[in-house]
């Protein structure tokens, strides 16, 4: 167990496996960090306002994001179990230009999206499983942001879904109380809208989104809506 204070940086690499982390606010900790070494295991690490990294292999278990911490997970990281919440952000992308350019993917498997989390699933990321709770929030691409990977198999339960800029969300529910918006070359297909639940797909020209969303194979349920 490490507490990694303001200032502070906590690397765990390959081979070691750390449990309970407690990363406050200004602190770091890389699970695995690029062209520098391989990623080890962080189990129930608690982000409080800092940021953790999960690259190169490394691996991320029961993580809680909360307090303005973020996640980022890319180059061949994997995070699953995660829970982020009260304006944290789980972040899982592939820099292909950049000083952290790679091959490999990220992976973000079984996320909880609690009120006041987001997680935003980018361009050469995939997700799957995710539960977005009332007032939470899940991104697969955003517009005049980042484009957007693919996630199979997500439950929005009361949350919102946006799949924007490329993304693609495969065989999701939209339960009661959650709404699902395609717009911008987002694709959603195979989806679910169960009563209660709402699916739009729509272009808005006058805010310089320039082409509209797919939803493609919707089974729309007694007391859901599809717009």
Do not use: P
């Amino acid at each position: 167990m490490a507490t990694v204070s303001s200032g502070s940086t906590f690397n765990v690499s390959s081979g070691t496996t750390s449990y309970n982390d407690v990363i406050q606010s200004g602190g770091v900790e890389y699970v695995g960090r690029f062209n520098y070494f391989g990623g080890g295991i962080a189990v129930s690490a608690t982000d409080n306002g800092g940021k953790i990294y999960f690259e190169g292999s490394g691996a991320g278990s029961s993580v809680l994001i909360q307090s303005g911490g973020t996640a980022f997970v890319d180059n061949g990281g994997t995070l699953s179990g995660g829970t982020v919440k009260g304006g944290g952000v789980i972040s899982a992308f592939y820099q292909g230009n950049t000083a952290n350019a790679t091959s490999g993917s990220a992976s973000v498997v079984s996320t909880t999206v609690s009120s006041g989390g987001t997680l935003q699933v980018m361009s050469g990321a995939s997700g799957s499983g995710a539960v977005v709770l009332s007032g939470g929030t899940e991104y697969v691409g955003k517009f005049n942001s980042y484009g957007g990977g693919t996630t199979t198999g997500d439950r929005i339960e009361g949350g919102t879904l946006y799949v924007e800029a490329s993304g693609h969300v495969n065989g999701a529910i939209i339960e009661s109380g959650g709404t699902a918006y395609v717009d911008n070359i987002g694709v959603i297909s195979g989806a679910t809208v169960q009563s209660g639940g709402v699916l739009s797909a729509f272009w808005q020209g006058n805010n310089g989104r320039d082409y509209a969303g797919s939803a493609l194979a919707t089974t729309v349920g007694n007391g859901g809506l599809l717009t």
